[in-house]
C-alpha cells in the first residue's frame, strides 16, 4: 500500500528555512515523479514544485529560487527545503506521488 | 503557465440533482492532461478524473469528466450527500509549471 507521511512543518520567523521531508513506503521515490502542493488557510490548491524520476526538477515562480525540491532513495524520501521564507508561504503542504496519493499534509506558518 | 478558471464558484443544489462543473484554460492543455479533484475540509485532495475523462480507481461512476483544448467539464449526474465538497481542476500537461483552478464549492441548497 503506497503511503505518504509529511514532517517537519511547524512555526518559523520570517526569513528563516525549514526543510519538509515526506516518508514513502509502498514504492520507491525515485521510481514515480513526486511533487509538493500548498494551500493557505481558506484557500485554493497552488502547484509548488516537481521532480521527475530522470531528477529533472521544476518550481512555481512564486518560489523558485527559494525552495529546492529533492529526494534520498536510501530513505525513500522527498524533502523539499525552504528558505528565505515570506508570510505568503503559510500553508498545508502535501507531498504527492504522481496525481493518485497523497500525503495527509503538513502546516508551515510563518510568523512576521 | 496556463491560467485555469472554474466556474460557477459555488453551486447550491439539492440531493439528486445533477451538477456540472467547468474549467476553461488560457491554453490548450496538451494530451487532455487535465485531472479533478474533490476535497473535504481538513482532507487531502482525492483524486476523481485524469486524463480529462477517466475515472480514478474507486471512483464511483456518478463522476464524469468531458472536454478537450480549453474546456473541460465535471459532472456529477445525482449529487450524493459525501459529494458535497470543493472540487479543484489542475492541468498537468507536458511541461511544468502545473496550475490548479481556483475551485468550486458544491453546497446543499
Known amino acids: 500500500e503506497v503511503q505518504l507521511v509529511e514532517s517537519g512543518g511547524g512555526l518559523v520567523q520570517r526569513g528563516g528555512s525549514l526543510r519538509l521531508s515526506c516518508a514513502a513506503s509502498g514504492f520507491t521515490v525515485n521510481s514515480n515523479y513526486m511533487s509538493w502542493v500548498r494551500q493557505a488557510p481558506g484557500k485554493g490548491l497552488e502547484w509548488v514544485s516537481i521532480?521527475?524520476?530522470?531528477?529533472?526538477?521544476y518550481y512555481a515562480d512564486s518560489v523558485k529560487g527559494r525552495f529546492t525540491i529533492s529526494r534520498d532513495n536510501s530513505k525513500n524520501t522527498l524533502y523539499l527545503q525552504m528558505n528565505s521564507l515570506r508570510a505568503e508561504d503559510t500553508a498545508v503542504y502535501y507531498c504527492a506521488r504522481d496525481l493518485f496519493h497523497w500525503g495527509q499534509g503538513i502546516l508551515v506558518t510563518v510568523s512576521s | 503557465e496556463i491560467v485555469l478558471t472554474q466556474s460557477p464558484g459555488t453551486l447550491s443544489l439539492s440531493p439528486g440533482e445533477r451538477a456540472t462543473l467547468s474549467c476553461r484554460a488560457s491554453?490548450?492543455?496538451?494530451?487532455?492532461?487535465l485531472a479533478w479533484y474533490q476535497q473535504k475540509l481538513g482532507q487531502a485532495p482525492r483524486l476523481l478524473i485524469y486524463g480529462a475523462s477517466i475515472r480514478a480507481t474507486g471512483i464511483p461512476d456518478r463522476f464524469s469528466g468531458s472536454g478537450s483544448g480549453t474546456d473541460f467539464t465535471l459532472t456529477i449526474s445525482r449529487l450524493e450527500p459525501e459529494d458535497f465538497a470543493v472540487y479543484y481542476c489542475q492541468q498537468y500537461g507536458s511541461s511544468p509549471p502545473w496550475t490548479f483552478g481556483q475551485g468550486t464549492k458544491v453546497e446543499i441548497k
Open positions: 521532480i521527475y524520476s530522470g531528477g529533472s526538477t
Open positions: 491554453q490548450s492543455v496538451s494530451n487532455s492532461y
